[in-house]
C-alpha cells in the first residue's frame, strides 16, 4: 500500500497526530477495516465526499473507504545523518515511505521541553532537512565512486554521472533533491538511491488552540519559509484533533467542533492532501452490496485499475461500462445514466479518470 511517514524534531506533536489518527481510525472502524500492522503505522481511511455521495444513491450494505498507510517516524534529532539518537534507523524507515508529513512546532507551551531554544519552525524544518540531505549526499557520493571509472569509456554512465554531480552540488548548497530540475531520463539515474528529499513533502504547523483557525506568527514564518517549495502548509492543532478522534459519541463530537467553529476535523483535511501529494486517483465501484473507492495512479488503464480489485481481473479484462462521477450523480442511477447515454463502454486502452463508477467485465 501507499505510505506517509510523519517526521519533525522531538516534541512537536508527532505522537499525538499519529494518535489522532490512528484512534480516529478505530473509531470509525466500526463498519469496516482498522488495522494497526505495528505500534507505529496504522491504516487510514480517505475521506472522500464523492465516496458517501454515491452512497446515498445506491444505498449499500456497507461503503468502503481507500486507505493509506501512516507512520510514525520517531527520533530524528540533529545529528542523525551521523548516528546520533539511533538516526540511522530512522532514516532507513524514511526510505521506505511515498511521502513525508513534516510536523512543525508552532506552539508555545512552556511545559513542553524543546532542546532548540526559542520557539523557531523555520530553523527547525532546516535541522530536519539538513539532516535528510547529508544522508541523501552520503548515497549519491556512494554512487559516484561506482560510476566515475566506467563513465570514462560509457557515454551512457558519462551522463549519469553528470545527473549524479548536479545532485550532489544541489545538496551541498543546502537543497532538497525535490526542488531540482530533472528530465524524466535524468531522474532515472536516481531511482535507485531512494533519495530522501525527494520524495514530496507537506509540513503541519501545530499552532496553539487559539491559533488553529488563523495560524499565527509561526506558522507564517513557515509558509513564507516554504513559499518557493510549492509545498502546502496545513495549520491544525494536533492536541485538539487527539481530542476530537477520543470521543466515541458522534453527537458529543460534532458538540465540541462547533464549539471550536470546526466544519470537520483538520485530520481529513491532512489526509485529503496526503492522497493528493501522492498523486493518487480515485475511482468506484456502486452496487448494493458495497460502494467502494479504489487507489490507482494517474494515467492507468482499465486492465491495471481492474488489477487493484483482483488480480485475475487484468488477465481476464474483456471491458469497463464508466459512468463519470458527475454524470452518475446528475442521472442519480446507474439505469438511469445508461438511459441517458452516459453509460460508455470503454476497453483496454481506456484511461481512466478520477471519479470515474466503473463496472469491469472479464473471463474468470
Ligand atoms: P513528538 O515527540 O513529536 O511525538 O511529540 P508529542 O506528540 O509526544 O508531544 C509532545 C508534548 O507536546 C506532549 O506533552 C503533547 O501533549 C504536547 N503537545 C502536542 N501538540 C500540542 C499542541 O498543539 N499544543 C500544546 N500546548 N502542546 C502540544
Redesign the pocket.
Known amino acids: 500500500g501507499l505510505k506517509a511517514g510523519i517526521v ?11 494518535n489522532a489518527v490512528s484512534t480516529s481510525a478505530k473509531a470509525q472502524a466500526s463498519n469496516y477495516r482498522f488495522c494497526t500492522i505495528d505500534p507505529n503505522v496504522g491504516l487510514v481511511d480517505v475521506p472522500d465526499h464523492r465516496l458517501a455521495k454515491l452512497a446515498e444513491l445506491v444505498i449499500p450494505d456497507r461503503i468502503v473507504p481507500t486507505q493509506i498507510e501512516i507512520v ?1 517516524i ?1 527520533g530524528l534529532v540533529r545529528g542523525a545523518s551521523k548516528g546520533e539518537g539511533l538516526g540511522n534507523k530512522f532514516l532507513g524507515n524514511i526510505r521506505e515511505v511515498d511521502a513525508i508529513i513534516h ?1 512543525i512546532r508552532c ?1 508555545e ?1 512552556e ?2 521541553l524543546r532542546e532548540e531554544g526559542a520557539i523557531n519552525p523555520v530553523s527547525d524544518k532546516e535541522i530536519i532537512d539538513t539532516e535528510l540531505q547529508l544522508k541523501d549526499l552520503e548515497s549519491v557520493e556512494k554512487k559516484i565512486s561506482r560510476t566515475e571509472k566506467m563513465a570514462r569509456t560509457d557515454p551512457k554512465m558519462k551522463a549519469e554521472l553528470d545527473v549524479l554531480l548536479r545532485c550532489k552540488a544541489h545538496l551541498e548548497q543546502g537543497k532538497s533533491i525535490r526542488g531540482l530540475d530533472l528530465a524524466k531520463e535524468e531522474r532515472a539515474a536516481i531511482a535507485d538511491l531512494f533519495l530522501l528529499t525527494e520524495k514530496p513533502v507537506l509540513y503541519v504547523a ?4 487559539a491559533s488553529m483557525h488563523t495560524g499565527n506568527k509561526y506558522s507564517e514564518a513557515l509558509k513564507a519559509s516554504v513559499a518557493n517549495e510549492n509545498a502546502q502548509v496545513i495549520v491544525m ?4 484533533e487527539a481530542q476530537i478522534a477520543e470521543m466515541e459519541d458522534p453527537g458529543d463530537r460534532a458538540l465540541f467542533m462547533e464549539e471550536y467553529k470546526m466544519t470537520e476535523p483538520a485530520l481529513n483535511r491532512l489526509i485529503r492532501s496526503t492522497y493528493k501529494l501522492l498523486n493518487l486517483y480515485t475511482y468506484f465501484t456502486a452496487g448494493v452490496q458495497e460502494v467502494r473507492a479504489w487507489t490507482i495512479h494517474e494515467g492507468w488503464k482499465a486492465p491495471q485499475a481492474a488489477s487493484v480489485i483482483h488480480t485475475d481481473f487484468e488477465k481476464g479484462f474483456i471491458k469497463a461500462e464508466v459512468i463519470g462521477y458527475d454524470d452518475y450523480i446528475q442521472y442519480g442511477s446507474e439505469s438511469a445514466a445508461r438511459d441517458a447515454g452516459k453509460l460508455r463502454i470503454e476497453g483496454k486502452e481506456y484511461i481512466v479518470k478520477d471519479g470515474d463508477v466503473m463496472h469491469f467485465r472479464f473471463n474468470v
Do not use: M, R
Not at 11 to 16: I, L, M, P, Q
Not at 206 to 209: P, T
Not at 237 to 240: A, C
Open positions: 519533525g524534531l522531538p516534541n512537536v506533536g508527532k505522537s499525538t497526530l499519529f510514525d520517531a510536523v506552539f507551551d511545559n513542553v501545530n499552532v496553539d488552540e492543532n494536533n492536541s485538539i
